[in-house]
């Protein structure tokens, strides 16, 4: 009986330990400077996986990820340095299954006939002209 009691306490100090290494990930994903595909953790539990297959159109790119908080929706992004192409991305939205409704050439806003999210935006920081896609949803 003993031995059970051992057990339980150490799975709930191992739960604890990671529910707040977690919470310590998703800060750091949320820093504007945003994280590479090298940090496996960031990478793989915090981008979305339509945004993981997104073509590397341009040499440099990094992610960033926004947490739904309250009516604010999630978003998951690649920023890509200003050299990206962007018509191989339209190309891929549309491998996707999604279409383009609101555009100035290929930038735009993305998503499926009926649906309201989740949904892609295609846009350029107007400074260092980065190119920067993100999926955006409610959970």
Same mark, same amino acid.
């Given at each position: 009986m003993n031995q059970w009691k051992k057990f339980i306490v150490a799975g709930f100090i191992v739960i604890v330990s990671i529910i707040l290494a977690d919470f310590s990930m998703q800060k750091r994903a949320e820093q504007p400077g945003g994280y590479s595909q090298a940090n496996l953790w960031l990478y793989y539990f915090y981008t979305d996986k339509e945004i993981r297959d997104a073509p590397r159109v341009a040499h440099q790119y990094h992610f960033t990820f926004t947490a739904q908080d309250g009516a604010k929706p999630q978003d998951s992004s690649i920023v890509y340095s200003a050299d990206a192409n962007t018509a191989d991305l339209a190309d891929y939205l549309q491998s996707l299954g999604y279409i383009r409704f609101e555009s100035e050439g290929a930038i735009g806003k993305w998503g499926r006939e009926g649906e +309201? /999210?989740?949904? #892609?935006? +295609?846009?350029?920081?107007?400074?260092?002209?980065?190119?920067? +896609? /993100?999926? /955006?949803? #409610?959970?």
């Open positions: +309201l /999210t989740p949904y #892609f935006t +295609l846009t350029r920081e107007p400074v260092q002209r980065n190119v920067i +896609l /993100t999926r /955006t949803e #409610f959970k």
